[in-house]
């Protein structure tokens, strides 16, 4: 099993981001996907659910109105747009796949957030 998460970088204030999950070895559309991050001396948080065929999403609400979690089933994809990007974001991002038996977690990604 992979979770493969690119896009991260460098962004200033009030910037965008696309995050991107390639997941391999897993049924996607079977699991519940999600974006976590973790900040520097902070526990994991999560920032965004969708369900497995996309119907719902579920945002913290640090992040309603600025973030955008969408899946491409086809492509074995999960996106996060990060929009209105704040210093307060600057966190490695994380992707998570999980059904009721298992949890997998990608590598991270990260985002910093600054001018």
């Known amino acids: 099993v992979q979770l493969v998460e690119s896009g991260g970088g460098l962004v200033q204030p009030g910037g965008a981001l696309i995050l991107s999950c390639a997941a391999s070895?897993?049924?996607?559309?079977?699991?519940?996907m999600s974006w976590n991050r973790q900040a520097p001396g902070k526990e994991r948080e999560l920032v965004a659910t969708?369900?497995?065929?996309?119907?719902?999403?579920t945002y913290a609400d640090s992040v309603k109105g600025r973030f955008t979690i969408s899946r491409d089933n086809a492509k074995n994809t999960v996106y996060l747009q990060m929009n209105s990007l704040k210093p307060e974001d600057t966190a490695v991002y994380y992707c998570?796949?999980?059904?009721?038996?298992?949890?997998?977690w990608g590598q991270g990604t990260q985002v910093t957030v600054s001018s």
């Open positions: 998570n796949a999980r059904t009721s038996w298992v949890n997998y």
């Open positions: 969708i369900t497995t065929a996309g119907g719902r999403t």
């Open positions: 070895g897993i049924t996607f559309s079977s699991y519940v």
